[in-house]
């Protein structure tokens, strides 16, 4: 069994990730960390869980948790993230961590687009970008992952193929995403009332979200040289899932089963990347509860472009189900342990 | 023109209110009070009225609003209304307050069901409970109206012919309401957010909502002694609306044209109690947009019991509606006046 | 392994059986039996199969089924069930029926609620109605089991220890039910449709809905004397979930730990039935998702009466999930193999 | 007073039409035409109408309508608008008609997108495109009005400014756009079960759907060249509104300031085009319930790309309202007569 303990236990994608983790047939739940909520029981803030797990959730103490855990997952705001890691990377142990504190390459653009000193640069040297479909081999071996934002989990793995095969004009990407609101966190803001946001869909950071220099990173690797892309979330009125609404031009002419092809290959053996034949196409509740992304495609001739779209559940393979991937990769277990429920449908 | 000021506009039945108010022909808005957006144009809070409204919320300052106003609306926590209206009430102005805190004939269930001491006891005595359809000539000569509260106005039309004829046993009324989350206001917490309320339904404050003491004094006048009743409100994930499923024993057997007929003559020439007939129930939808009450109901014969469905829009009827109802008779206006549109239905 | 078909696999009680057979360790899908989708794969209809299960729907082939399959799900309508039943049964298979046709001890009873004659009253007596909590015994043995219905299940949990214990006046007891729409089935039709659901609530079939007389014949039993209920349906604007609000008359006066400490006895052991605390009731986000019945009261001094809350996923306990654990219990398995999962909260 | 009727009065469409003419105070409501309701009280089949407007709804009647009526309301599917509108047109009356049938201005562009033959392509020539902020004084002598499609409305005046002044590069347009269900109509479908597009979002007629070819016909004629575009219409879990998000490369370096007043100047004087300051975005809530048009932009250095964000209300400025602005215009009236309500926000 592996020892498992999860920081920031009480927000959306940590309760997600508790709510996996308690179904993985090799995990053992060690601590629950909750600053908000120490020692209550997970059951009282998280009421599915009575009669089921009634573990109690514990404060912060970094000796205790390296000690008794093999891996720990940090589901903290970023910066935060940040201040707890490097105590828990020094002492051994792995970590996940489902912040942007460990997803960049470059401190510059991390410093950037978040705007805040990164705590720790060198540590970036170390983590690795725990897309497993792009970079399985360097995760193997990895101590601290760096697990993808969920619109850009969405996004790249919807791009991937295109770009990485010159298939189309790097200018022209753009992203048109939709999420659901858990992808805004449990933290109480007018904003996200449900009577702000039942029966709407707004636009939000338009051109500005974080997640932008994340999908440009990614890419840029993948084409090779630098792009720069448009990017815009928007806020939907449901809980789960976000679709990406991809569009760029085609740098020749191509027909549907060129493509299918082309992806076909790019992600042959991938557990976790479902295709869509031709005239079918990705939704939400087709992934909502499942680790998969689904990606299907419009060949539009009359414009010579390309529109993909994606769907994740931004809270498993855009959050805790993605992280679960890569601890199983991390110790060596098949990738889809713990990961195989089809998705609910209704 | 009616001179008319709104303290507390910004909350979700302040800013309702406002909305009614701008459609009203002989209504002239002043002042749009609000501590919380003083000095902001009121279509930056809520951008709908954006190139209608664009009118600056301004703070509280009593005697400009009084010298300005013929009526005043207060929308304010219950207790601070209290702290508000008496200096309104002494400089001769009408107030219609749609708190709590002047619905009440006695101070001691008022304190007991509020938990706070009652500021003004002696305003009770002016005060007059604004529900028309059993008050409307109390209300013709008030200065001050305590607006009923959104579930008691749904309750009690729903019962008050029954109770009023002694046709059930006054021991047996439960009342099980459903509201929408608009009732619930606009301050955040964790528990209406969206995540938190969409895709599900809950029971609250069962046996204990404040509601109960108001249906229970309006009820027990009709009655001409005291009863109590069961209440249990439950939060809906839908912004507006509230259905009552009420259930009464039959005092003697009755069949649907003998209630239908009692309902009928006790709301004849009421311009906003819509009864349904035999085989239609009303929903929320129905009335959602409009200042109506619907009412149907179903006789039982197996239980001998008969269940009385009632709905309203809270924010309306339940609200800034039955609110703008009470001055168009504090003025001597058409009752119906800004209140003539239909439930949107969509 | 068990072998098993569901008949009737592409409505939604039929899809989420399948899709909790999926993930149940003991069991071989052998056919999924759809007249409307036949030859098509299932996910096709369902999407979120894809990549998982791809097995093609067939068409109704009772040699074939009984051939193949240990035990056979029959998700139908009421009647149709009726007609493919009796020829699995003499081909001595196991079978589950979802509909309300084996659900009665009295041929009368059901066909008055029904509205239909019963095609094969005989087999009544072999079947047993397959609410563990109550049968367990019975069940073991049984070769026909008479699935619960959604409303009925969450009803009698709720109300047997009070009934069996004699705590309450048996004419006294109001079951107030709110369901998601997944109850009502994915043939089309207008008042299903998204625009008219969502954003609203409505009550039907009051007093008149067939759940009543499963509800009444349960209750009778364990009262030892026949008992009428009444019992009020609602539309929710939610997919999944039974919230019921059950009032009724205490004989004497208790407390919530009097009442607390008889639901545990009387459930002592029972895997899914879940007590919330003084203070907490049950919502139906706390079980979506999973097979548990949440319970919970609030024993009202003022009125004497008890307010028992109870939640279950319609689709799961109240369906496909139970119609699983009685397979479980048939097949002598762990009676919580296939049925662990936490529920989803979000 | 003008003598309105509607043909096709029980549709979304239609019954958002009546609910807005009923509250018009120069429209007399003569037929509610509605083959699938004749001889039943529109108030049965819309009970929000119960107590307002109980009219009958009729079948169709050309002589009588034409002769009891100034100006008719079409409703009705495409094609069919077709054999309806040329009887209505040839006695007299003032036709404005809801369907695609009479937006085009070229046959075989209609034929193509529409796959049907034209019944009356004569009266094309005479007919109108019903866009008042582009088209106003050819409406104000038109006899017939092609009212715009509600994707088209929300697109068209988004670009219209840009696509003018020549400001992007015709060939990089791209609309992804959002709408609620209402869009679709109230014919039951599998696909338009609140089961289905609840907790969802899908795209769907990816490239292929029949709007672009009017959004084409219209931006093509300000640009003074034919030009193709990109468009993706999503199915949104709301009722009404449509929000889309439109990108396009602009041809030079521009600020913020310089697109304000470039479409304050396009959009000076128009009642139901408002635009949103820098910083601030369209939402659905911000126009649900109007008959406004909300604008907004961010211009994005990074990719010289203009991110253009509009959002209506389908069923009003993207139907029923602009089809009452558009009858406002015919007759001479104030153009926002009835039209004048603030959105709903909640």
């Avoid at 920031?8 to 508790?18: N, R, S």
């Avoid at 891996?71 to 940040?82: A, C, D, E, K, R």
């Avoid at 020094?90 to 410093?111: A, H, M, N, T």
């Avoid at 095969?165 to 933290?187: F, P, Y």
Wanted: hydrophobic share 40%; glycine share 8%.
């Amino acid at each position: 069994m592996i020892r498992v303990s999860v920081v920031g236990a009480t927000g959306y994608a940590g309760i997600e990730l508790v709510r996996l983790l308690y179904s993985h047939p090799q995990v053992e739940l060690v601590h629950l960390v909750s600053q908000s909520f120490a020692e209550q029981p997970i059951s009282n803030i998280y009421p599915n869980f009575k009669g089921l797990l009634d573990k109690t959730c514990s404060s912060l103490d970094i000796d205790r948790i390296a000690e008794e855990s093999d891996v720990v997952f940090t589901s903290l705001p970023h910066g935060i993230s940040n201040q707890v890691i490097p105590a828990l990377y020094q002492r051994g142990k792995k970590v996940i961590d489902l912040s942007g504190d460990f997803r960049y390459k470059s401190v510059k653009v991390y410093e950037k687009w978040y705007g805040v000193r990164h705590g720790h640069p060198d540590l970036l040297k170390e983590s690795v970008y725990g897309l497993p479909e792009l970079h399985r081999n360097e995760i193997k071996t990895a101590r601290l992952v760096g697990n993808p934002g969920c619109y850009p989990t969405c996004a790249i793995l919807g791009l991937a193929p295109l770009v990485k095969h010159q298939l189309i004009h790097l200018n022209s990407i753009i992203i048109d995403a939709k999420s659901g609101a858990t992808g805004a966190g449990r933290e109480p803001s007018q904003g996200l009332l449900f009577c702000e946001v039942d029966e709407n869909i707004k636009a939000y950071k338009v051109a500005t979200h974080r997640h932008t220099s994340e999908i440009e990173q990614e890419l840029s690797i993948l084409a090779q040289r630098e792009l720069a892309i448009s990017f815009t979330p928007h806020l939907l009125p449901v809980k789960r899932g976000i679709l990406s609404t991809i569009y760029a031009n085609l740098k020749k002419t191509l027909n549907f089963e060129d493509v299918y092809s082309l992806y076909s290959q790019f992600y042959a053996g991938e557990p976790f990347v479902v295709l869509h034949h031709e005239g079918s196409l990705p939704e939400i509740k087709h992934v909502n509860g499942s680790n998969s992304c689904h990606i299907g495609f419009v060949v539009d001739r009359r414009t010579n472009r390309i529109v993909v779209v994606t769907a994740i559940d931004n809270l498993i393979k855009g959050a805790g189900g993605q992280a679960i991937q890569n601890m199983n990769i991390l110790f060596g277990l098949d990738e889809t342990v713990g990961l195989r429920s089809p998705g609910w449908y209704l």
